[in-house]
């Protein structure tokens, strides 16, 4: 079965800290590819304690998309589980360049249990399993940032990560569903994140089969993200709903 899982929505400092949602990163099982997106904080607990159970070892590789700690943290607990402690070479790292050089949040000694490392740049195209996967622009987040746009046999899936809205962000993401990062309400000019403003133009602009708005901070918990989403729903006419913690999406059944 095809399907997305949300292991945590928490974003943004005090939520992840605090653990008001869980942290942990999206869980993708697609074409007979297995990939985990961003294992931040508790990802290693999150994916043993699934039901179903998700075993790290049966992954094909991890996606980062920055190295912020609310994104990376079980990164290399995750290697070591994914490679059965490093007896088993196998799996493939994509990360933006800052995330291996000068301070990087990839252990040196833990990349050699890997099959490769593969470095994500702006306009690169990636393939892993049997999926295919782009990151087309680089995101305005203080550290290198992309998203993702993911190209399965009969369904495609945008990540719009962490960033601050820029005019054209959303010709870069133009798939079947699209999950947005949204910390805010509304855009504050300091803040490097999605608000939920940013998402409903983009979502005005592209009309995707299906919306799904995660990785909230305490601005949007407090403001009941599953209110906000059925409130874009009626306003814009397209399906949005909130991520929640352990939620899983069928990608088989009809959108
Ligand atoms: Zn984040």
């Given at each position: 079965?095809?399907n997305?899982?949300f292991l945590g929505t928490a974003g943004?400092?005090?939520?992840?800290?605090?653990q008001?949602r869980?942290?942990g990163?999206?869980?993708?099982?697609l074409?007979?590819?297995?990939?985990?997106i961003?294992?931040?904080?508790g990802?290693l607990?999150?994916?043993?304690?699934?039901?179903?159970k998700l075993?790290?070892?049966?992954?094909?590789?991890?996606?980062?998309?920055?190295?912020?700690i609310?994104?990376?943290?079980d990164?290399?607990?995750?290697?070591?589980?994914?490679?059965?402690?490093g007896?088993?070479?196998?799996?493939?790292?994509?990360?933006?360049s800052?995330?291996?050089?000068d301070?990087?949040?990839?252990?040196?000694?833990?990349?050699?249990h890997?099959?490769k490392?593969?470095?994500?740049?702006e306009?690169?195209e990636?393939?892993?399993?049997?999926?295919?996967?782009?990151t087309?622009?680089?995101h305005?987040h203080?550290?290198?940032?992309?998203?993702?746009?993911i190209?399965?046999?009969?369904?495609?899936?945008?990540?719009?990560t962490?960033?601050k809205?820029?005019d054209?962000?959303y010709?870069y993401y133009?798939?079947?569903i699209?999950?947005?990062?949204?910390?805010?309400r509304?855009?504050?000019?300091h803040i490097?994140?999605?608000?939920?403003k940013?998402?409903?133009k983009i979502?005005?602009?592209n009309?995707?089969?299906l919306?799904?708005?995660?990785h909230f901070?305490?601005?949007?918990i407090r403001?009941?993200?599953?209110?906000?989403?059925?409130?874009l729903?009626?306003?814009?006419?397209?399906?949005v709903?909130?991520?929640?913690?352990?939620?899983?999406?069928?990608?088989?059944?009809?959108l």
């Amino acid at each position: 079965m095809d399907n997305l899982k949300f292991l945590g929505t928490a974003g943004a400092r005090f939520v992840v800290i605090k653990q008001l949602r869980k942290s942990g990163g999206i869980w993708l099982n697609l074409d007979e590819t297995k990939i985990l997106i961003d294992p931040g904080p508790g990802s290693l607990v999150r994916c043993l304690n699934s039901k179903p159970k998700l075993n790290p070892y049966d992954l094909d590789g991890v996606i980062l998309t920055h190295r912020h700690i609310d994104h990376s943290n079980d990164i290399n607990i995750i290697i070591e589980a994914m490679t059965n402690g490093g007896f088993k070479k196998k799996g493939l790292i994509f990360a933006p360049s800052d995330a291996l050089y000068d301070d990087p949040v990839i252990l040196k000694y833990i990349r050699n249990h890997v099959e490769k490392i593969i470095i994500l740049k702006e306009k690169g195209e990636y393939k892993i399993g049997n999926i295919k996967f782009s990151t087309p622009v680089k995101h305005i987040h203080g550290v290198e940032t992309y998203g993702l746009n993911i190209f399965g046999k009969n369904i495609t899936i945008s990540l719009i990560t962490d960033t601050k809205y820029f005019d054209d962000i959303y010709s870069y993401y133009n798939s079947d569903i699209l999950i947005f990062n949204v910390v805010l309400r509304e855009s504050k000019e300091h803040i490097m994140h999605l608000s939920i403003k940013d998402v409903e133009k983009i979502i005005k602009k592209n009309k995707p089969k299906l919306s799904i708005i995660t990785h909230f901070g305490m601005n949007m918990i407090r403001a009941k993200p599953w209110e906000i989403a059925e409130s874009l729903s009626n306003k814009i006419g397209v399906k949005v709903i909130a991520a929640t913690d352990g939620m899983s999406i069928d990608l088989d059944k009809k959108l």
